[in-house]
């Protein structure tokens, strides 16, 4: 078991930036693949970013490449998802989540343990 803390959500410009945290417990975090997933209203939780255990392996939806960047430290059982060049279709709350088996999943229905999410909004 894990439990994900996220934070760092808030209202910022478009063309701002934002970095998100997530905190996680336990001594076995380095054994989960991550990833961060969106939701606005009423739409499906999409995928936005994942990385390997290791962290030596990222992904990324085309709607975010090359502005945000996941990133992980193992030894403080933290991943991030640092945000560039926001732009309001942004607008989300942001979930963490942790993989114990297949690796840069992007399906949510892979991942085993959600945080509670931290919202995320950007004007125009």
């Known amino acids: 078991q894990v439990q994900l803390v996220e934070s760092g959500g808030g209202l910022v410009q478009a063309g701002g930036s934002l970095r998100l945290s997530c905190a996680a417990s336990?001594?076995?975090?380095?054994?989960?693949?991550m990833g961060w997933f969106r939701q606005a209203p009423g739409k499906e939780r999409d995928f936005v970013a994942a990385?390997?255990?290791?962290?030596?392996?990222?992904y990324y939806a085309d709607s975010v490449k090359g502005r945000f960047t996941i990133s992980r430290d193992n030894a403080k059982n933290t991943v991030y998802l640092q945000m560039n060049s926001l732009k309001p279709e942004d607008t989300a709350v942001y979930y963490c989540?942790?993989?114990?088996?297949?690796?840069?999943?992007?399906?949510?229905?892979?991942?085993?343990?959600w945080g509670q999410g931290t919202q995320v909004t950007v004007s125009s």
């Open positions: 989540a942790a993989d114990r088996k297949w690796g840069l999943a992007l399906s949510y229905t892979l991942y085993d343990f």
């Open positions: 990385i390997s255990w290791g962290g030596g392996s990222t």
């Open positions: 336990g001594r076995t975090f380095s054994s989960y693949a």
